[in-house]
């Protein structure tokens, strides 16, 4: 396995950790709606970053258009979350040590070390990964833990988009094979 794959598994091993119930770190974190909109944020952000980086990267135009794509796809997103919760009066309350925000980072430096085909393989497997961790976590943890109706609909409304995006990166991903 290359760094890079080591990487990209410890990231959806610790979106999973993270995004669950018990933290990693803090086991009395407790998953309320504030937190899960912070967490939906937080994923949206993280997605716009790296759909950017691709848009400037990628060596292909259908890699920067994936990329173009899932900045857009994912800025609308989290402006509706964003939306929502100043509606509802909600401050999003990202919880305390979140593994995923090193993992991310972690992420993005690797992505910014790779150029050409390689950069290209690399992003199209990260964001694979990526959206099958965030579906993950939405329908077995996220989901269930809501208490809003209306976020519960928000997050309902765009988990189709997080797995269009998913199959979008795997078929590219497989062309390159």
Same mark, same amino acid.
């Given at each position: 396995m @290359?760094?890079?794959q ?15 119930p ?6 009395s ?8 909109? %912070?967490?939906?944020? %937080? ?7 790296? =759909? ?9 135009k259908?890699?920067?258009? +994936? =990329?173009?794509?899932? %900045? ?8 509706? =979350? ?6 509802l009066?909600?401050?999003? @309350? ?9 993992d991310h *980072?972690?992420?993005?430096?690797k ?5 050409g085909?390689? +950069? ?6 990260h964001?694979?990964?990526y959206h099958?961790a965030?579906?993950?976590?939405? @329908? ?6 809501l208490?809003?109706? *209306? ?10 988009a ?14 390159m094979?």
């Open positions: @290359t760094s890079f080591l990487s990209r598994w410890s990231l959806v091993a610790a979106a999973v950790v993270a995004i669950s018990v933290y990693a770190q803090t086991k974190a407790k998953l309320d709606d504030p937190t899960i909109v %912070a967490i939906f944020d %937080a994923a949206n952000t993280w997605d716009i970053q790296t =759909g950017q980086l691709a848009e400037k990267k990628g060596s292909t259908e890699i920067r258009d +994936f =990329g173009a794509m899932l %900045a857009r796809d994912h800025k609308n997103v989290r402006q509706q =979350g964003r939306d929502l919760a100043k509606k009066g909600v401050t999003p @309350t990202p919880p305390k040590d979140f593994a995923m925000t090193k *980072e972690a992420a993005m430096k992505l910014e070390s790779l150029k085909k390689e +950069f290209d393989k690399a992003f199209l497997e964001e694979v990964a099958k965030v579906i993950d976590a939405m @329908t077995t943890t996220l989901l269930p833990a208490q809003n109706a *209306e976020v519960k609909d928000l997050v309902t409304k765009v988990a189709p997080f797995k269009a995006h998913e199959d979008a990166a795997q078929n590219m991903l497989n062309k094979s």
